[in-house]
């Protein structure tokens, strides 16, 4: 990654094999340097990182425990393991949320995933609150990925508390963690430096990562919403074919008796039900593959992309920050700055007592070094988004992994259904069988059109 691949903006799942890393202590927080993004040849600003080292950090699973905590006010819980810290804890939606504001907190400058709304819940579970767990279960496991997969917030100690600590005042000890610390600026050694690694067309760069990456993400959005109606057809199309089978069946079990002339004419009725009866078996083994194949592209593709939206959001919302926080402070203090000046000005002309305008003078100063604060962290804050830019870039082939999982998907899914087809085809036999002189008819269509004269 070059220092001019900062490319693009969003406007709104391969979770990879596990490694044990180094677990940083929670006690022990570590130095600024080392929870930094690798420096390749020696450049802080650029990143070394390949996908497949991002999703080998850790792979955490977010399982929602069946039973309803509390007296009146029901509540959920979560089971959260780690397969890198090897352990399992037991979190809350509110603990999710301290963790994410605790995020926040101490990187202002890095993108942090949004968390899935909250609603309240009553006594009872309806359909649609199941539907809406389970949705806000799958969007916290992917916030939890994204985040210990993040390179700093990998080796920071709020992860290490959050996903290791089996203790029951888990948000008191995030809270505490931050307390007096400040936030990345005032704990990274090379903030003030920021501004060295930076390209002379930060600003350029920026403009033109926001642009492209909006328009992945729009194009990403759209794929998102394809791949879910395919996986709802999928499910949909089970249905019908359960219900396929079942009427099948009906048919083959009824017992309306016959009228007299039928009867009295050997009809073939009576074989025909049986044969009909018999089919419902193939038809609930389709519904069953249809319904697999559907879960399947929900998982390895829906959740994928997802996943990569997700990230592109939290970048959206990384460049709001920085345009209406640092950078806006930034020019307010300016323009207060210029203020002061022309007051200053004002008295000396006026011949102010002395008093006064060593008061203004001592607050020209305090204001100078605000916006020189204000300045570093600009720089700081720009320093960050050119890293989380080549993060978006470095998850790009994440696209690849994408349509490996739906065309996989594709290829067994149909593959799985022809074979059913193909079992049941030979059955149909059984429902021509007739008087000696009817003939069989073939199986494929005949030539042209079945209405045609």
């Known amino acids: 990654m070059t220092a001019t691949a900062m ?48 999703l080998s950090k850790d792979s955490v699973q977010v399982e929602l425990i069946p039973e309803k905590k509390g007296l009146f006010l029901k509540h959920v819980e979560y089971e959260v393991s780690s397969k890198r810290f090897k352990c399992s804890v037991y979190r809350r939606y509110n603990d999710f949320v301290v963790f994410h504001e605790m995020l926040l907190q101490k990187f202002p400058y890095r993108m942090v995933p949004a968390l899935p709304p909250k ?43 959050f996903l290791s600590f089996s203790g029951s005042d888990v948000q008191n000890k995030l809270r505490e963690l931050v307390q007096g610390v400040g936030d990345e600026f ?11 690694f930076l390209p002379a067309d930060i600003q350029a760069q920026f403009a033109a990562s926001r642009e492209l990456i909006r328009n992945i993400y729009n194009s990403f959005y759209k794929l998102r919403d394809r791949a879910e109606r395919i996986a709802s057809r999928a499910i949909d199309n089970a249905s019908d074919l359960l ?7 009906a048919l083959g079990s009824d017992t309306t008796p016959l009228p007299s002339w039928a009867a ?53 919302d990384l460049c709001e920050r920085h345009e209406k926080g640092v950078l806006h402070k930034h020019q307010r203090a300016l323009h207060k700055y210029s203020m002061m000046k022309k007051q200053m000005m004002s008295a000396t002309v006026q011949n102010k007592e002395p008093e006064s305008v060593e008061q203004l003078e001592s607050r020209i100063v305090e204001q100078e070094n605000a916006i020189l604060t204000m300045e570093l962290r600009n720089y700081f804050s720009l320093y960050c988004l050119h890293q989380e830019t080549q993060l978006i870039h470095i998850y790009l082939p994440l696209t690849s992994h994408i349509l490996g999982a739906f065309v996989n998907s594709q290829i067994q899914g149909h593959k799985e259904m022809s074979k059913v087809w193909n079992e049941l085809k030979p059955k149909l036999s059984c429902l021509f069988v007739g008087s000696s002189n009817m003939p ?14």
């Open 7 to 54: 490319d693009g903006e969003p406007p709104a799942g391969t979770a990879g094999a596990g490694t044990d890393l180094a677990k940083p202590p929670v006690n022990e927080p570590r130095e600024p340097e080392q929870f930094l993004m690798q420096a390749p040849q020696g450049n802080p600003l650029l990143l070394s990182h390949t996908l497949q080292e991002l």
């Open 264 to 316: 009295l004419n050997n009809s073939t009725w009576g074989t025909l039900k049986q044969a009909l009866k018999g089919l419902s078996v193939e038809f609930a083994l389709l519904a069953d593959k249809a319904v697999q194949q559907g879960k399947q592209e929900e998982n390895d593709v829906v959740e994928k992309l997802n996943l990569f939206l997700d990230l592109l959001q939290s970048y959206k």
């Open 243 to 249: 219900i396929f089978g079942k009427e099948l069946s």
């Open 186 to 196: 005032m704990t990274c050694r090379l903030a003030t430096q920021a501004k060295d």
């Open 119 to 161: 609603r309240m819940l009553g006594v009872f579970l309806p359909i649609a609150d199941r539907e809406f767990i389970e949705s806000r279960r799958r969007a916290l496991k992917r916030f939890i990925n994204l985040v210990a997969r993040h390179p700093p917030f990998s080796e920071d100690v709020l992860l290490k508390l």
């Open 440 to 453: 069989t008819p073939p199986l494929s269509p005949p030539e042209g059109n079945f209405f045609s004269n």
